[in-house]
C-alpha cells in the first residue's frame, strides 16, 4: 500500500511562503493524480490544487490562484505545493490525497472531494 506524509508546515507572516511536500512511500503507479486540500478550524475541507499526470490536467482554486503553485520530482515520488503572498485566510491543515488509477478526480475546472488514499496532513498557519 502507498502511504503519503506531508511535510513543510509552519508558522510564516501574511506576505511569506511555504513549500509542502507530500511523499510517497512503495509501489507508486504509472497513473495517478495528487491532490492538495485545507481545512481551517471550524469549516469545511476545501479542494485547493490537483495534478493528474496522466493527462496533463492541472486545477486551482480561485482562492489561491495565481499565489499557489504545485510541481512533482518523479524521481523521489515526492509532490509539492509552492504557497506564495499566504494570506492569514490560508491557515489551515493542509492534506495531500492521490488516487492511484485514471479515475477523474482532477480535471483543469474541477477537484473531486473523495480520493483513495490520503495523509495525515500538515499545519499551516499566517499570522497577520
Known amino acids: ?9 509552519g508558522l ?19 497513473d495517478y493524480a495528487i491532490g492538495w486540500f485545507r481545512q481551517a478550524p471550524g469549516k469545511a475541507r476545501e479542494g485547493v490544487s490537483c495534478f493528474a499526470n496522466y493527462d496533463g490536467s492541472l486545477y486551482y482554486a480561485d482562492s489561491v490562484k495565481g499565489r499557489f ?24 491543515v493542509y492534506y495531500c490525497a492521490a488516487e492511484w488509477s485514471t479515475l477523474a ?17 500538515t499545519q499551516v498557519t499566517v499570522s497577520s
Open 1 to 9: 500500500e502507498v502511504q503519503l506524509v506531508e511535510s513543510g508546515g
Open 12 to 30: 510564516v507572516q501574511a506576505g511569506g511562503s511555504l513549500r509542502l511536500s507530500c511523499a510517497a512511500s512503495g509501489f507508486v503507479p504509472v
Open 69 to 92: 503553485t504545485i510541481s512533482s520530482d518523479n524521481a523521489k515520488n515526492t509532490v509539492y505545493l509552492h504557497l506564495n503572498n499566504l494570506e492569514p485566510e490560508d491557515t489551515g
Open 105 to 121: 478526480v482532477c480535471t483543469n475546472d474541477y477537484i473531486h472531494p473523495s480520493w483513495g488514499s490520503w495523509g495525515q496532513g
